[in-house]
Structure formats: structure tokens, C-alpha cells
């Protein structure tokens, strides 16, 4: 049980188990876990399939949109503009929704440049998880069913895209150590020592 509202985002190399930890993380605290689940609720904002925000909401490209929606200088009408594109709309709903979930409730929320959006927040918790490559690719293929011939290649392929993505709304890097409250190797630390050790500091802090 949390003593005050608290907020953890969960940034992460792909491969790494970040997802998981996170989802552990939200069942030990007993608060609201959204990975996923964002997909569900822009989708029945936006008015777009699940399918078409899966396969463009982190392909954006618009900074100026962004800008406008982490500063929070958005208004109930600039979604029903018919010149805004589906992309930006897709980027917009998302980073109203992250910043109304911070308002209301405790969570865990993955990805999705949530640390950046919400860095102004004093609840919020930002967390990085990363491993070796051969432990990436070991879990890539055993866990997530990635072909081991191309295995290393989709993973450094994944986390370009996230680095391109991340850098250019927020004008930072991706996996830069200021840009979280802790940096952790999940499978050099192991799984169950990485969600004791986030729960007892989300707890305690």
C-alpha cells in the first residue's frame, strides 16, 4: 500500500523484461497498470481503431504538436479540426490521457515519453530498465517468439526507433541516466530484486 499518490513510469530497452516489471510492480502495489490499456482508451477517444494506433502511435512526427501537448496548451476542440492528421490526434489523446491518469489515481505507465511528459510532477517516479544483449535475445526468442537469426538486428532495430522517438519530442536521449530516478539491469539485479526494490522505494519515498 503506497502512503501518497505516486507515479511510476517505466522506460525500457526492448528485451529487457521492462513490461513485465512494471505489470509486477502495479499488482504489488495494487494500482492501475496501463501499457496496453492506453491503446484501448485512445482508441475509444479518438474515434481510430486499436489496430491503427498500435501500427502509428509512435511514428508522429509533428514536435510543435508536441510541444503544445506536454506545456498542456490544448483545448476540447483541437480534436475535432479536420486538418489535424490521425497521427496527431493519436499523439495528442495520448499525453491528455497520461496527464489526466497523473492527476487522479496512482500507476504504473510504460513507454510512451510518459517521464518526460509528467517531469514537472513531484509524485512522479521515473524508472529505466536495460540489460545485456545476450539476455535480450535469449528472452526475445524464448518469451516473445523473435526469429534467432535476426533476433539481435530487431532489437537494435527497436530501440533506434524508441531513441528516434524519444529524442525528437523531447529534445533529449533515451536512456539518459538524468532523465530517470533509477537505472537498473534487470537480469544482472533479477527480476524479483528489481520489483522488491522499486515497490519498497515507491513506498517509502
Known sequence: MLNKKTIITIS????SGGRKIGERIAAELGISFYDKKLINIVAEQSGLSMEFIENHEQKINNSFLFN???????SGNIFNKESLLPEDKIFLTQTKIIRDLAEKESCVIVGRCADYILKDREDCFNVFIFSDLESRKKRAVTEYGF????VESELKKADKARNNHYSHYTGQDWGQLKNYHLAVNSDFVGFDNVVDMIVQIA???
Request: hydrophobic content about 15%.
Open 12 to 15: 525500457r530497452e526492448h528485451g
Open 68 to 74: 503544445i501537448a506536454v506545456s498542456g496548451y490544448y
Open 147 to 150: 526469429n534467432g537469426d535476426t
Open 203 to 205: 513506498k517509502n519515498r
